[in-house]
Nanobody, 116 residues
Framework: VQLQAYGGGLVQAGGFLRLSCEVS????????LGWHRQAPGKQRELVAF???????YYEDFAEGRFTVSADSAKNTVYLQMNNLKPEDTAVYYC???????????WGQGTQVTVSS
């Protein structure tokens, strides 16, 4: 499977961005699709994910500010990010998890930079 994330950019604190992740096959064939991020000098961390049943999960820092959604007709997963903070600066990646729970390709990430 191939995943391509895009939509990042440079925004001021308090601004918003919408990230998209195009998946090369039917997104309903996965257990879940998630967004992760990696800031300079830090480990990659989970941001949020959406399961094949539509259940969503958010890490504490994303709860209330970020929204993950999916469009199965377009095989695309989105991450709407509002009220962005400088600490949200990172490369954002999407990840598909197979029905057996196996993480699959990360794909190319998209840079998000939030200025103060």
């Amino acid at each position: 499977v191939q995943l391509q994330a895009y939509g990042g950019g440079l925004v001021q604190a308090g601004g918003f961005l919408r990230l998209s992740c195009e998946v090369s096959r039917d997104i309903n064939s996965f257990n879940s699709l998630g967004w992760h991020r990696q800031a300079p000098g830090k480990q990659r961390e989970l941001v949020a994910f959406i399961s094949s049943s539509g259940t969503t999960y958010y890490e504490d820092f994303a709860e209330g500010r970020f929204t993950v959604s999916a469009d199965s007709a377009k095989n695309t997963v989105y991450l709407q990010m509002n009220n962005l903070k400088p600490e949200d600066t990172a490369v954002y990646y999407c990840l598909a998890v197979s029905l057996t729970g196996t993480p699959m390709n990360w794909g190319q990430g998209t840079q998000v930079t939030v200025s103060s």
